[in-house]
């Protein structure tokens, strides 16, 4: 009921000429121009002459035009005059917010190397902070900027806060928990964009996706001045040069510029669902699912000594141009990588019989077990494209302790839930051969005519059981090419597809039709949320 007594005030009219919180409005503004100078003109000018990009500028270019929400615009350290205002401003030196890519929300992190050359001596530790736990809390990937070490500051941090730094201590810039758990919650990925050492190379490869910019980019533990102090004198390049980090898979990929490593995330990322709690989403294009690639009927050599070139036949078998390779120098005997079938998003395993014969060695195994883990976090269903004559042998083999990775990459395998989809090409053997599907859940598995598999492969293998036999023959020759023959009749794939021990031997030319069927079978089973066990860096 309306109280007769009291009086309406009416509304007063708002005037242009209304100064209101406008002052307050400009020094905010004023103090956000400051933050976008970065480190000044003239390091600006040094970071250019560099040939490298300001944070700035890298996330300009990352993003989708005009969609970055910048968060803590003017966190820094502010000097003041005696009667409070503001005479000079050096922002943090991390820059970092909400954007999109291909419409889709991020969260960007960047070090800004023109602040004490990203040392977190110029940071504040909330900042790197908060960028993991908005990835994490809203679900969202999140893409580190790095050039710089961003850890608990440089030598000179002992004299400028009193006091050494405890690692792991409360002056750290980042936890490094949620640097580590991130990789279980959302897609990362690193760009190593300058020089990186200390926890800054620890947060580059803490990802499911590395970048370096090749000549501009370095990445080590400590750099060349620490190295050098203990004896070993190296240039930067020498010492973490990308041909150093990819080929000892610390980092996946390298590139010429900045632009293409902001381009390598775009299509990495537009395999991935923005968290697991998603579904990696599907693109569909021109391409024919039930394309038949006639060159397919004879890729494979009759030779068994004779290689081929797998990534042709990957090639012929996705949808157009749409495979992604991942760590293409590192255990080089097992090519890994996103594609799609029909529009939908796999994760494909591939024998290489070009290195190694195709034998998994311990850094192929190292591979498969990261590769693995991350289509089983990410819901990828898995295709294996199966060339593999077992675990690597030999005294080189051993000294890697190939047994032990290989093991692991088996329970990696066996561990999965996803839908796998196998296509024996050519060799399935020994112990490393159990790899080429989990048995734990129902697989769809064909067989190319040219598969051939066994506990041993036949070559070495027939001198060492029908070793009596050869030495007692008056032709030990003749009595080998004997023996092969017959057992290699017997080892006809189509001799296994009679006890129904795979599922069909298919024409090759039949194969992209049946994995755009097997793609669409899957897509319905995939589900989102955790996985049984989390993805470690």
């Known amino acids: 009921m309306a109280d007769d007594n009291v009086t309406e005030t009416p509304a007063q009219p708002m005037h242009a000429s209304a100064v209101g919180w406008e002052p307050e409005l400009a020094e905010l503004r004023e103090r956000q121009r400051l933050a976008r100078e970065l480190g000044g003109t003239e390091r600006v000018a040094r970071q250019h002459a560099g040939g490298r990009l300001t944070v700035r500028e890298r996330i300009d270019r990352l993003l989708d035009h005009g969609s970055f929400r910048e968060i803590g615009s003017i966190a820094g350290k502010a000097t003041y005059d005696a009667h409070g205002n503001i005479v000079a401003f050096t922002p943090a030196n991390c820059v970092f917010g909400r954007g999109t890519i291909d419409n889709r929300p991020v969260v960007v992190a960047g070090d800004d190397f023109t602040l004490r050359g990203g040392s977190a001596d110029a940071s504040i530790k909330g900042k790197p902070k908060m960028s993991e736990e908005i990835a994490t809390q809203f679900r969202m990937p999140l893409i580190r900027l790095i050039e710089g070490s961003g850890g608990g500051g440089s030598v000179k941090t002992i004299e400028t806060t009193g006091r050494a730094n405890l690692p792991g ?13 991130q990789m279980s919650q959302v897609p990362v990925v690193g760009l190593g964009l300058g020089s990186v050492a200390g926890l800054g190379a620890a947060r580059l490869v803490a990802a499911h996706y590395s970048v370096m910019v090749k000549e501009i980019a370095a990445v080590f ?3 060349p001045p620490v190295v050098e ?26 590139v010429d510029t900045e632009d293409e490593a902001f381009e390598a995330t775009r299509r990495f990322l537009s395999y991935l669902p923005g968290s697991i709690h998603d ?3 599907r693109v569909r294009g021109w391409d024919n699912p039930n394309r038949r690639d006639e060159a397919l009927i004879s890729v494979i050599p009759k030779s068994k000594k004779q290689a081929y070139h797998m990534r042709r036949i990957i090639g ?26 029909d529009g939908w998003p796999v994760a494909v395993m591939a024998g290489d019989p070009l290195f190694d014969g195709g034998a998994w060695t311990a850094d192929a195994c190292s591979k498969i077990v990261r590769f693995v883990d991350m289509a089983q976090t990410f819901h990828l269903p898995v295709v294996h494209l199966v060339d593999c004559p077992g675990f690597q042998v030999g005294l080189k083999a051993e000294s890697t302790a190939v047994i032990r990775w290989g093991v692991r990459a088996l329970a990696a395998i066996n561990q999965t839930t996803v839908p796998w989809c196998s296509i024996v090409v050519r060799n399935c053997y020994g112990v490393g051969g159990l790899g080429h599907q989990p048995v734990g859940h129902l697989c769809l598995r064909y067989a190319w005519p040219s598969a051939s598999w066994g ?17 007692a023959a008056e032709d030990p020759d003749a009595k080998l090419a004997e023996i092969e023959e017959r057992l290699n009749r017997l080892r006809s794939p189509l001799r296994t597809a009679e006890a129904f021990w795979v599922d069909e031997v298919i024409d090759p030319r039949d194969t992209r039709r049946l994995l755009c069927d097997f793609a669409n079978l899957a897509a319905p089973l995939r589900t989102p949320g955790p996985s049984a066990f989390g993805m470690r860096p």
């Not at 102090?229 to 990929?253: F, N, S, Y």
Request: hydrophobic share 40%; proline share 5%.
């Open 169 to 181: 201590g409360l002056t750290e810039t980042t936890s490094f928990d949620l640097v580590a758990n």
């Open 455 to 471: 506990s041993l492969p036949l070559e070495g293998g027939i001198e060492a059981a029908y070793r009596a036999e050869i030495d």
């Open 279 to 281: 579904l990696p989403p």
């Open 229 to 254: 102090r203990l004896g070993e004198p190296r240039t930067k390049q020498e010492l973490g040069g990308w041909q150093i980090q990819l080929q000892c898979g610390a980092v996946d990929h390298a």
């Open 316 to 341: 012929a078998l996705v949808d157009k141009d749409s495979f992604f390779e991942m760590g293409a120098l590192f255990g080089r005997s097992i090519i890994t990588g996103f594609a799609r079938l």
């Open 221 to 223: 533990v400590a750099g």
